[in-house]
């Protein structure tokens, strides 16, 4: 048991750490080698206790020295931000407070505080007054949600008797869409062959080739059950045409869900918010908050324009739990026993305020401009259409495919910035992301500068 | 932006609210109306931005004054411990460092650690050289990865085809097994029907019943695919006759899932893993550390024998993923983006090495017998086997069944202690669990004395 002395100590030293984590506005945006990293792992003797503050020091070496820092704000790789310092103390809060949301009557406020949030971020989308959903562990499980509900909805008796028998369901998504999805069909049954990979426009799907997959589908006496519209895809950025995806579902009687897990953030500010048009008609829209509202990973959103879905979906019915008149978190979502995630949205709303926050993604958004402008200035060809959201892929013209990823490895090495690599229409390209709010012009012209320093030299 | 004098502010506000929330030894364990609790998170003004200091004591004042004091050491409901401190510390030096898990190239060392952990406890349940697995954010996910990888295995062109078109798999547990099993059943595609709740000798699955249930559904022409038993069931604590399923599982070619959530911690130490005898033959095996190892809520590990199962149920090409010689933890999981959840055991483990955390086990395993015995010496009977772990369901046998739930609202309303409303064989029952690593025997004996009261006047 750790004393009180014990604890104060352990705190103190989590200050220091923290200071060390937090700040990363200097220091090299990658270190150390993955070679070294694990061997210092391997080589952890665990049989043995240490004090506090060796312990703490070996975990913040690690935090530090390992791979890439994505919290640094000349992190220009994946959505992953430097979390809103309030996000993280309340997640050292809840971590020790540790409410249990399965149920209403063990942590009524923290649920009503889910329950909030929820209803808020649905009303920004604009799925109307039966609207709900909830917090999840993250894109993927916000998704597998959306699928659960279009299984349910869509496949007669699915709840009682499952797919057995039933006519294969088909999900339908443009190649530019996340690759989780796939994996997602294939776990809750469908399999890869139902799957449909659509042609873009403009790295948008294109709704004529999504109304003639449907009709072949059909044809083939397959059950057309889900289309997943990006807003937000992770090379281009691009959003998917919401309005007449949705038009095209409704006619043909199939769930629509938008994959907002990043352009999502876009419903937080009256001049982005005309970016997701269309979104309001959808029947169900995931985000993550860990990509561009500054939560740490681990923190995504549901949301579905009937709530009443949820129960048919997820209600169990038990022994044990508390009863309760209103519906219990446990008995509409695919988890059990829960995390208090919607904390890490909470606190920094107290602090900042809807318009605070929305100011935030005003300021990432109006990145993506510069972000084009340097990296073209810098000699590369921009890929892809204008994007929406501040991210651009590009190549060096005056190199071979096999020799893009040098500029990549140079940045990297230079430990100024990071960009990541990537493929577009098959080929090596690189790509550039905005990720944090703590990222601003400078650091975007540092960023061009590094590249135009890279064409030169590696 | 928040400056680093915001910061410092912040953070030292947030020691002091940490100092109210962590100690937990004293005060009440529940505390607060859910309809006040509502209202106050109602009213609140959104809109405008607030001091760190204002901010902070807000969700303070929501975690301390809503609901039932899962950290605390006379909270004897579900099994949510208070976390280790050194895991609550974990989570905040994690969610400001925000290392992305997807890929071991973004964070060789944190997949490193992940990958010892998983390693060092396959190896404590004996799942021999091939094993591998990963950590989940709970039971349920780990449950689901199970599930998965058995209809991988079990069910011919499952990843290509899907369910649709293939005999009902069947999923087996136990009465007492956990009703997520239900759950994830039916979102995977099984459907309810195909879910087999099987009765129990002792509390324990019946293998003759097994064994029954098994040839019938051949018989029908449907497929036996998964048997989840359970170690450590949510009323008794009672442990399924793992050797004798896994035998049963062998000869019929059926994946055998270990669910043990709770009673997995009884690996940790030498005097306490022969409870687990068995468990080294499983298929699969899940374990929540968020349960006995002192971790806050979302941190599950789903084992697994064969680890190469893993890519065939969840590994997916896409573009954008850098490549990787080992595999990355994206292509294994069900999830995508990933949250460093194994930080909340490591560093527990660097401060105390396993010894110090198996002595943990054990002292909650100490305290079965005198939590029997105190609610036995407080006039009240006992129902169910002798338990394993430490936790007791009984009712007074001088009130009808409706009048048993004052017992548990008297001592809510005591604000000394929390126990669980349950049912037992369908009739209401109460039920007594140690869930903190703090709960020592004079908290046991406090119980008691509560409970007589109880009896006497309410």
Redesign the interface.
């Known amino acids: 048991?750790?004393s009180?002395d014990?604890?104060a100590e352990?705190?103190a030293r989590?200050?220091d750490?923290?200071?060390t984590?937090?700040?990363a506005r200097t220091g090299r945006v990658s270190a150390?080698?993955?070679g070294r990293?694990?061997r210092?792992?391997?080589e952890?003797?665990?049989?043995?206790?240490?004090?506090?503050r060796?312990?703490?020091s070996?975990?913040?070496r690690?935090?530090?020295?390992?791979?890439?820092?994505?919290?640094h704000r000349r992190h220009f790789?994946?959505m992953?931000?430097?979390?809103?310092?309030?996000?993280?103390?309340?997640?050292?809060?809840?971590?020790?407070?540790?409410?249990?949301?399965?149920t209403?009557?063990?942590?009524?406020?923290?649920v009503?505080?889910e329950r909030?949030l929820v209803s808020?971020l649905a009303a920004r989308m604009g799925l109307g007054e039966r609207a709900g959903g909830s917090f999840t562990?993250?894109?993927?499980?916000a998704n597998?949600t959306a699928l659960?509900c279009a299984?349910v909805r869509g496949v007669p008796?699915?709840?009682?008797?499952?797919?057995?028998?039933?006519?294969?369901?088909v999900v339908y998504l443009s190649e530019e869409g996340?690759?989780?999805v796939?994996?997602?069909?294939?776990?809750?049954?469908?399999?890869?062959?139902?799957v449909r990979w659509l042609p873009t426009d403009a790295r948008r799907l294109s709704v004529p080739a999504l109304a003639r997959a449907i009709d072949e589908d059909r044809a083939a006496d397959r059950a057309p059950t889900l289309v997943v519209s990006t807003a937000g895809t992770?090379?281009f950025g691009a959003i998917d045409p919401l309005a007449e995806v949705a038009a095209l579902c409704a006619e043909q009687k199939i769930w629509h869900h938008v994959d907002a897990a990043w352009g999502g953030m876009a419903a937080l500010s009256a001049r982005t918010r005309p970016l997701l048009a269309g979104v309001e008609l959808a029947d169900s829209v995931s985000l993550?908050p860990?990509k561009g509202l500054g939560a740490?990973?681990?923190t995504g959103v549901f949301l579905v324009r009937d709530a009443a879905v949820l129960e048919e979906?997820?209600d169990?019915?038990?022994?044990?739990g508390?009863g309760s008149s209103a519906p219990d978190p446990f008995a509409r979502s695919?988890?059990?026993?829960?995390?208090?995630?919607g904390?890490?949205l909470?606190?920094p709303?107290?602090?900042?305020?809807?318009?605070?926050l929305a100011a935030r993604v005003e300021r990432m958004f109006a990145l993506t401009a510069p972000l084009r402008h340097e990296v073209e200035r810098a000699g590369f060809t921009l890929l892809g259409p204008e994007a929406t959201l501040p991210v651009v892929c590009f190549r060096d013209p005056d190199r071979a495919d096999d020799a893009q990823g040098a500029i990549a490895r140079f940045v990297e090495q230079s430990g100024e910035a990071w960009i990541?690599?990537?493929?577009?229409d098959?080929r090596p390209a690189l790509?550039a992301c905005v990720c944090s709010?703590?990222t601003d012009p400078s650091d975007v012209e540092a960023l061009g500068a590094l590249l135009a320093r890279a064409r030169r030299e590696s």
């Open positions: 048991m750790a009180d014990e604890l352990l705190l989590a200050l750490a923290v200071e984590l937090a700040v150390g080698s993955p990293a694990a210092r792992v391997a952890t003797d665990l049989s043995r206790a240490r004090t506090p060796h312990a703490i070996g975990l913040t690690l935090l530090t020295e390992s791979g890439v820092r994505t919290n790789g994946w992953n931000p430097r979390p809103h310092p309030a996000a993280a103390v309340a997640d050292l809060l809840v971590s020790f407070a540790n409410p249990q949301l399965a209403r009557a063990l942590s009524p406020g923290p009503e505080v909030r808020e562990g993250g894109g993927s499980e597998a659960v299984l008796g699915f709840a009682e008797g499952g797919l057995a028998g039933a006519k294969p369901p996340h690759d989780s796939e994996k997602l069909a294939r776990a809750h049954g469908l399999g890869r062959r139902h992770t090379n993550d860990h740490p990973l681990g979906a997820f169990v019915q038990n022994d044990y508390p695919l988890a059990w026993s829960r995390r208090f995630v904390a890490r909470w606190l709303l107290l602090q900042e305020g809807w318009p605070g990541a690599r990537t493929r577009v098959g790509r709010h703590d």
